[in-house]
């Protein structure tokens, strides 16, 4: 505890007596000022107990001690001595008077006590104070490291944390989910602060920030407080991370401003909770080689090797299915060019670069514009914090504008990537057409494209690699964020004419047919529609054209001399057929 009043007043060697303010004791004192100005106010700070001999103030004025007295008490003096035995023998009875109607406490020093004694007792108290904060500190440093080390890990160093601030704590994982807690009720209080954590996550780290009031209470370590004191609370939320991302955000806390030793356990405790988010660069590069080589052996089709090679850290995710997936975010509108898939089965793509892989295991743990300037890392981390929250196993291998994830088939990290997908297109405006959707994206920043494998095992890995690229394909040509390899399958191929070169193609082979209509000589382009809607019956396409049989068969042969094709090859006619839906009126292209 600092200095009070009270524990001058029961110095040995000061001898001090209490004239006035005998309530108000207990208040600490942040330093002893000697000063004779009639007006000292201008040089205080708050805290003080000011210290003097009357020379230069008129104290025998009521009224101007009043004015002094007052001034005093505004600018946040703790207290006031008087030398008895220098100037005056008593204290003057106004400056007492004006002492007690405003409050601040009024000690008398007699002669035998210099000011230099008050001031090296203060400052001797102050620094023990700072001594026993610093011991505490170092201490709570020791003991929230055990904590850390220790098999609990988080959870254990948050109740450590909790008791050394006589409060709670609550850590949140990336994307602001409360992921550990202490004590058990914490979690709720620490679960209605989530829109603070997400601004602090919008800014970049190191950042805190206080919210609440801090003149609730706290509460017992083993119960929530009756009533809702999350506002009243003083709660002091920090960022955790070393990066540009913010890896995870602490919540401390407490009934009132946290003390010296307080602030050096939340410190540490930032440290350690950092250090478990961030795993050394040693132990991430070798992880990084490790799932690489992982991932060529599935490709290259061996799966036994994979398997020995996968041990303990992706060992289960090989064991059961698993979804491959592939995502882009080109820069420079790259996101338009189509990147070719291996010619056969037992063909591995190019291999993903090692020092670029990016892991995850069950142990591991933004904001519109850190997902602008990097959707892919985003889409890593909304993978890897679902996946770690389910404790499954995730092997991620950034390759250049490419993205390669082994998911386990039905769990968390790819119902995370779907969500993350809907909300992508959610900002992207779903309903535009596919290519004012590139655009967009491509002002934004995020043309995050992502294919999904079917689910698959090891044995079929370089399959599973294949239709996530074709997943991958279909999403760039359609404007969408993400598109299932069952999607493609199941789906209808004309979206898949939404491409520039398709509609050149088509525009070509058509314009000689609507260049002939444009003069009026009869509707070849809309007859040619007709008959092959109809598969080449001639009554039927009639009726739909409200023509005669044998004006159909007279375009068609026109249409058969403008383009020298003929319709009897059922080439010609897909050919034709298509064409035609690239062109139509309302077809996405």
């Known amino acids: 505890m600092p200095p009070t009043l009270a524990s001058l007043v029961r110095h040995p060697g000061l001898k001090l007596s209490v004239l006035a303010g005998e309530g108000r004791l207990e208040t600490p004192v942040r330093w002893a000022h000697v000063s004779e100005l009639a007006d000292p106010v201008p040089y205080m700070e708050g805290g003080e107990l000011l210290l003097i001999t009357a020379m230069q103030i008129d104290t025998d004025d009521p009224e101007e001690m009043s004015r002094y007295v007052r001034r005093l008490v505004g600018a946040g003096v ?57 011991t505490a500190g170092f201490e709570a440093q020791r003991e929230l490291t055990r904590a850390a080390i220790g098999a609990e890990g988080p959870a254990a160093l948050l109740a450590r944390l909790a008791a050394h601030v006589d409060g709670w704590a609550a850590l949140y994982d990336a994307s602001g989910a409360v992921v550990a807690a202490a004590p058990d009720w914490a979690a709720r209080r620490a679960a209605r602060l989530t829109a603070d954590v997400e601004r602090l996550r919008s800014r970049p780290g190191p950042a805190s920030v206080v919210v609440g009031g801090g003149r609730g209470t706290a509460g017992a370590m083993g119960a929530e407080p009756a009533g809702d004191t999350a506002v009243a609370d003083r709660v002091e939320l920090q960022s955790l991370g070393t990066g540009r991302r913010t890896r995870g955000v602490l919540a401390v806390g407490t ?120 959707p892919l890392g985003t889409l890593i981390d909304t993978m890897e914090e679902a996946a770690a929250r389910s404790g499954e196993s995730v092997l991620v291998v950034p390759d250049g504008e490419r993205l390669i994830v082994l998911a386990p088939d039905g769990g968390a990290a790819v119902a995370a990537c779907a969500e993350h997908a809907q909300a992508v297109e959610a900002r992207r405006g779903t309903k535009a057409r596919p290519r004012a959707r590139a655009v967009v994206a491509a002002r934004r920043g995020d043309e995050l494209v992502i294919g999904l494998s079917a689910p698959t095992g090891p044995i079929a890995a370089a399959a599973a690699y294949r239709q996530a690229e074709q997943a991958l394909s279909v999403a760039r040509r359609r404007g969408r964020t993400l598109v299932e390899h069952e999607q493609v399958a199941a789906g209808s ?97």
């Not at 030793?261 to 660069?281: G, I, K, M």
């Not at 037992?346 to 995850?360: G, I, Y």
């Not at 003929?566 to 309302?586: F, H, I, N, Y």
């Open 493 to 589: 191929v004309l979206p898949l004419l939404a491409d520039d070169a398709v509609r050149a193609f088509a525009d070509g082979m058509l314009r000689a047919l609507h260049e002939h209509d444009a003069t009026g000589r009869g509707d070849l382009v809309a007859s040619l529609r007709a008959w092959l809607s109809r598969h080449g019956q001639w009554d039927a396409a009639a009726a739909d054209l409200g023509v005669h049989r044998h004006t159909l068969r007279y375009r068609m042969r026109r249409v058969e001399e403008i383009l020298g094709r003929s319709l009897d090859d059922p080439d010609v006619r897909m050919e034709l057929w298509l064409a035609l839906k690239a062109t139509a009126p309302g077809t996405s292209v």
């Open 78 to 134: 703790v207290g006031l001595g008087f030398a008895l035995g220098v100037h005056y023998t008593e204290v003057p009875p106004a400056l007492a008077t004006a002492a007690k109607e405003e409050g601040l406490p009024l000690l008398g020093v007699p002669r035998r006590t210099p000011f230099i004694a008050i001031s090296k007792a203060v400052s001797a108290a102050i620094a023990a104070d700072q001594y026993r904060a610093v």
């Open 255 to 374: 009934a009132a401003p946290l003390g010296t030793a307080e602030r050096y356990a939340v410190h540490s405790a930032v440290a350690l909770l950092t250090l478990t988010t961030e795993r050394s660069r040693a132990l991430q590069e070798a992880e990084q080689r490790l799932g690489a080589a992982v991932l060529r052996m599935l490709l290259a089709g061996e799966p036994d090797h994979a398997r020995a090679v996968a041990g303990r850290l992706y060992g289960g995710l090989l064991d059961a299915p698993f979804r491959m997936l592939l995502a882009e975010a080109p820069s420079g509108g790259a996101a338009q060019q189509a990147h070719a898939a291996p010619a056969a089965a037992n063909e591995a793509p190019a291999e993903p670069s090692a020092e670029t892989a990016t892991t995850t295991t069950s142990t591991g743990s933004c904001t519109d514009e850190a997902e602008a300037a990097d």
